[in-house]
C-alpha cells in the first residue's frame, strides 16, 4: 500500500441500537490514507465505539446500520455486510477491557492471535512476537507474557498488546482506548512506541480515546464527536489553541498544566495536626530492627499528594496509615489518638470522620441505590429525622449534579462519572475530617474529568477537610495538594512543595513521572512523543 | 483478545424469564384454589361414602373415587390444602435457619463462621429425605413440616453463607469510613435478600413439599384425618394397578406444585443462592 492511498472510506455511517433514543453514529463521514493517523475524541457513548466495532467488523445483531464502507482499493458496499477485509486490520485494545481469557496464558492468547493474522504456524508468530518485543525501547521481555492475565499488571499486558498488534504488520490498526488508565509514564512510553512502530511499518491508525494525551502527543488530525455526530475535525494544533468549537474547548479545559507558578494560599490558614506518623516502615522487619521509618505530618484542612507509580507503596502507606493493615513499625496518631494502641470497634468509630474518594469503580455497593448510598453515613452515625437527612442528601447531591436523577435507581445502572460523583456527595455529608482522594480522575472522559475537578474544588473550599492525594499524575497532585512525597519501591525518595519539585526535581523517578505530565506547546512546534 | 471483541454479548434469557412468570402464575393460581378449597370441593374431607367405590372419573365426580367412595376432587383439594400450609411453615423454618443464619454466620469472625459452615456441610451431605425422617424419629410425626424445614435448611445455610462476599472492595471502603459490620449485614439483608427472596422461597417450597410428601408416604408424617397428597398417594397403593385415578390426582397435584415452585425459582438448580 503506497503513501497517501486511501485504507478505508466511510460515508453517511449511521448506527442506531434498538429501542436507543438517539443513533449512535449518526451519518458519519471519514477517510484515512496509509501512514495517516486520526484521534476520535469523545466521551463516553458518544459514538466512539460504534465506529470502532463497524471499523473491526465485530458488529452485533441488533446494529442497525446504514451507510458504505470502503476498504483499500475495494467498491464501497453497505457498512452492514460483513466482508472478509481487503487490507490487513490489526485491534489494539485496553488490557483494563480484560480482552484476555482468564484460563490461558497471555503469551498463547497472543501467539494464536498472531499466527491466525498472518497465517503462520503458533511458533512462528511467538518469535514474531518476540522479535517486536525486543526492538521496542522499554518493553519487557517475551517470557514476561508467559502468565495468565490476572498474575500479570496492565502495562506489561498493554506492551504485549503493542507487540502484537506489530507483530501483524499491519495496514489499518483500531487502537481502541489502548492506554487507558495506565499512568503517565506508561502511557507517555508506550505513545512514544506506538509512533515510532507506524512510522516504520507505515499503517494507519485511528486512535479512539477519551482522554487528551493521546490527542496532545500524537498530534496530527483530531475528529471530536458527540451523540454520533462531529462536532468539528481539525488539527491538533488548532484545536488546543482555544481557536475552537465551545464543546471542544470544553474537553480541552481538561487538559491541565503544571505550573512553576509558587500556589496562592488556599482557603482558611492550617489547623491542628490531625495526622501524625512516625517512623512508619512498610518493609521493616521488626525482628531485625527498624530502618529509618517514613515520620510525616497533615494538619486539619492541609493537603498532601502521594505521588508515584503503581506498586510504589502510596495505597500500602494509606492502608498502614488508616489502620486497614498493621505496619510492622511506627506510630499513627490521628486526631490526637494513636490508632496502634485502639481496638478494632474505637478505630472504627474515628474513621467516621474519614471519606474516600476514589478511581475504583466497585467502591460502592452496587445494589444501594442512589438515595440510600448518600444517607447511610447519616443513618450509621447520626439520630436524624428522615426529613434532616433527606434535607443534607439532596444538598450533597445538587453540589456535585446528581440532583434531578432518580433516586431509586441502583448504583449499577449509573455510569462511571456517576458513580464517582455519588462518592462525592456521600463524602460531603459525612462531614469528614480527612478525605483519602485516589486517582480520581482514573477512567473518565476528559468532559466528565472537568466537571469531577471542579466538584472536588467546591467540596475542599466549602468543607476544608484534609486531602490526602494518591496520584501518579503530578497535575492531579497540584490541583489539589501543595506539597506532596514521591514513592519508588515502597520508599518516600523525595518530599516537599510540589513547586521545587517541579522546578528542579532532585531524583530520576520524580523527572520522570513530572515528564510524562508535561505535555508538548502544540502551538509552537510540531507534536512529538 | 477473543471472547470480549469477537462475540456479541449473550442474549437475555428471556425464555426463563417468562418460565419464571409462568411458575409464579400457578402458584397463584394453586394458592387460589387452597384458599377456596372448601368452596370448589364437593365434600367435606374425609366425607365417605360421597358415590360409590371406586368410581372411574365422570361427570359427578371428575377424578372419580377412592376405596372408601370419597369424591378425589375434593379429597385432593382438601390435601393440596394441607400439604401446601405445611410446606409453607417448613419453608418458613428452612429460609430462616438456613438462608437469615448463613448470612449472619458469614460475618462471625472467619474460623467461627467456618467452623459453622463445616459442621453444615456434613448435614447437607446426609440426604434431605433421610435428615427428616431422622428429626421426626427424635421428634414426633406431628413436627413433620418442622423436620421438613430442618432437613432443607443446610443447603440454604451453605448457599447463603456462599454468597456473602465480605471481602468486596465496597465493603472494604465502607467500613474504612467507620460503617459499621451491624450495618453491612443490614445492606445485604436488605438488598442480597429482597432481591432474592422470592427465588430463595420457590426453591425451598419444592424442596420441603418434595421432603413433606415423601415422608408421608413412608408413613412418617401426616396423620388421619389431616390427610395430605403424599398420604393420599400412599393410601392408593392397593387400588392403584387396576383403578389409576386414584392415584393419578393427588400426584398431579403434587407435580403441579413442584413443578410451578421450581419454575418460579429459576428452574437452574445451581444458580445461586
Redesign the interface.
Known amino acids: 500500500m503506497s503513501d497517501g492511498a486511501p485504507i478505508f472510506e466511510l460515508a453517511e455511517l449511521s448506527v442506531s441500537r434498538p429501542g436507543a433514543v438517539l443513533p449512535e453514529l449518526d451519518r458519519f463521514s471519514l477517510l484515512l490514507g496509509a501512514g495517516e493517523s486520526v484521534v476520535v475524541l469523545g466521551e463516553a457513548g458518544s459514538g466512539k465505539e460504534a465506529l470502532m466495532r463497524v471499523l473491526g467488523g465485530f458488529t452485533e445483531k441488533s446494529d442497525a446500520i446504514s451507510g458504505t464502507i470502503r476498504l483499500g482499493n475495494g467498491e464501497p458496499r453497505p457498512a452492514a455486510r460483513r466482508l472478509r477485509p481487503a487490507i490487513r486490520i490489526a485491534y489494539l485494545p485496553s488490557p483494563l477491557a480484560q480482552p484476555f481469557a482468564p484460563h490461558a496464558t497471555v503469551l498463547s492468547q497472543l501467539s494464536r492471535v498472531v499466527a491466525r493474522k498472518l497465517g503462520s504456524p503458533q511458533e512462528s508468530a511467538q518469535e514474531e512476537l518476540r522479535l517486536a518485543l525486543e526492538r521496542m525501547d522499554g518493553a519487557p521481555p517475551l517470557s514476561s507474557l508467559n502468565k495468565k492475565p490476572a498474575e500479570l499488571n496492565p502495562v506489561t499486558m498493554a506492551w504485549g498488546l503493542l507487540a502484537a498488534v506489530s507483530a501483524q504488520t499491519p495496514d489499518l490498526v483500531l487502537a481502541d482506548h489502548p492506554l487507558a488508565d495506565l499512568g503517565p509514564t506508561s502511557v507517555r512510553m508506550l505513545l512514544g512506541v506506538l509512533a515510532a512502530e507506524q512510522k516504520r511499518l507505515g499503517f494507519a491508525l485511528v486512535y479512539a480515546t477519551g482522554g487528551l494525551q493521546p490527542a496532545t502527543r500524537l498530534g496530527g488530525r483530531v475528529v471530536v464527536i458527540r451523540e454520533g455526530r462531529v462536532v468539528e475535525e481539525g488539527d491538533a494544533v488548532r484545536l488546543a489553541s482555544g481557536h475552537a468549537h465551545a464543546y471542544t474547548r470544553t474537553l480541552y479545559r481538561a487538559l491541565p498544566q503544571l505550573s512553576l507558578d509558587r500556589p496562592k494560599a488556599r482557603g482558611a490558614p492550617r489547623g491542628q495536626p490531625l495526622l501524625q506518623v512516625h517512623g512508619l516502615d512498610l518493609l521493616a522487619d521488626p525482628k531485625r530492627g527498624t530502618r529509618q521509618g517514613l515520620t510525616f505530618e497533615l494538619r486539619r484542612g492541609a493537603s498532601l499528594a502521594l505521588i508515584g507509580e503503581e506498586g510504589s507503596g502510596r495505597r500500602a502507606l494509606v492502608r498502614a496509615v488508616l489502620g486497614l493493615d498493621r505496619a510492622p513499625v511506627g506510630r499513627v496518631v490521628f486526631d490526637a489518638v494513636d490508632l496502634n494502641i485502639l481496638s478494632q470497634t474505637m478505630t472504627s468509630r474515628l474513621r467516621r470522620r474519614i471519606a474516600f474518594i476514589t478511581g475504583a469503580d466497585d467502591a460502592l455497593d452496587p445494589r444501594m441505590t442512589l438515595w440510600d448510598t448518600v444517607d447511610e453515613p447519616l443513618r450509621a452515625h447520626l439520630d436524624l429525622s428522615g426529613d434532616l437527612i433527606a434535607g443534607y442528601r439532596e444538598g450533597a447531591l445538587k453540589r456535585v449534579g446528581l440532583a434531578s436523577h432518580d433516586g431509586r435507581r441502583t448504583v449499577a445502572t449509573l455510569s462511571a462519572f456517576d458513580r464517582r460523583r455519588l462518592q462525592v456527595a456521600r463524602a460531603i455529608v459525612g462531614a469528614p475530617l480527612l478525605v483519602v482522594v485516589d486517582e480520581p480522575l482514573r477512567g473518565l472522559d476528559a468532559f466528565a474529568q472537568t466537571i469531577m475537578r471542579e466538584v472536588l474544588t467546591d467540596f475542599r473550599t466549602h468543607q476544608e477537610p484534609a486531602f490526602l492525594v494518591v496520584t501518579s499524575d503530578f497535575t492531579v497532585a497540584q490541583a489539589r495538594a501543595d506539597e506532596a512525597m514521591v514513592f519508588k519501591d515502597r520508599k518516600v525518595v523525595e518530599r516537599g512543595a510540589i513547586v521545587d519539585m517541579l522546578r528542579a526535581p532532585k531524583e530520576k523517578v520524580t523527572r520522570r513521572l513530572i515528564e510524562a505530565v508535561t505535555l508538548p506547546d502544540l502551538s509552537r512546534a510540531p507534536a512529538s512523543v | ?9 449473550h442474549a437475555a434469557p428471556m425464555l426463563r424469564v417468562i418460565l419464571r412468570v409462568v411458575g409464579w402464575c400457578g402458584l397463584g393460581l394453586i394458592a387460589g384454589a387452597v384458599a377456596l378449597s372448601d368452596f370448589l370441593a364437593h365434600a367435606p374431607a374425609g366425607a365417605a361414602n360421597a358415590g360409590s367405590i371406586l368410581d372411574a372419573p365422570s361427570p359427578a365426580h371428575p377424578f372419580g373415587t377412592d376405596l372408601l367412595g370419597r369424591d378425589l376432587l375434593s379429597e385432593t383439594l382438601h390435601g393440596l390444602s394441607v400439604t401446601v400450609g405445611h410446606a409453607l411453615l417448613g419453608t418458613i423454618v428452612a429460609i430462616v435457619l438456613g438462608g437469615l443464619f448463613g448470612a449472619v454466620a458469614a460475618r462471625l469472625p472467619r474460623p467461627v463462621g467456618l467452623a459453622l459452615r463445616g459442621v453444615m456441610d456434613v448435614f447437607a451431605a446426609i440426604p434431605a429425605l433421610l435428615l427428616g425422617i431422622l428429626v421426626i424419629g427424635l421428634t414426633a410425626r406431628l413436627y413433620a413440616p418442622l423436620a421438613a424445614g430442618l432437613a432443607a435448611a443446610p443447603l440454604a445455610f451453605v448457599r447463603a453463607f456462599d454468597r456473602v462476599d465480605t471481602k ?13 459490620a451491624a ?1 453491612l449485614l443490614r ?1 445485604d439483608l436488605t ?2 435478600f429482597r ?1 432474592t427472596l422470592a427465588t430463595v422461597t420457590a426453591r425451598a417450597l419444592a424442596a420441603v413439599t418434595i421432603i413433606l410428601s415423601t415422608v408421608s408416604f413412608l408413613g412418617f408424617g401426616a396423620t388421619p384425618p389431616a390427610r395430605d397428597l403424599g398420604l393420599m398417594i400412599a393410601a392408593a397403593k392397593t387400588s392403584y394397578l387396576h383403578a389409576w385415578w386414584t392415584a393419578a390426582a393427588p400426584a398431579f397435584a403434587l407435580l403441579i406444585l413442584i413443578l410451578c415452585a421450581r419454575l418460579a425459582a429459576g428452574l437452574d438448580e445451581s444458580e445461586r443462592p
Open positions: 483478545m477473543s471472547a470480549a471483541f469477537d462475540s456479541p454479548p468486596s472492595t465496597h465493603a472494604e471502603y465502607a467500613r474504612a469510613t467507620g460503617i459499621s450495618t445492606r438488598y442480597e432481591d
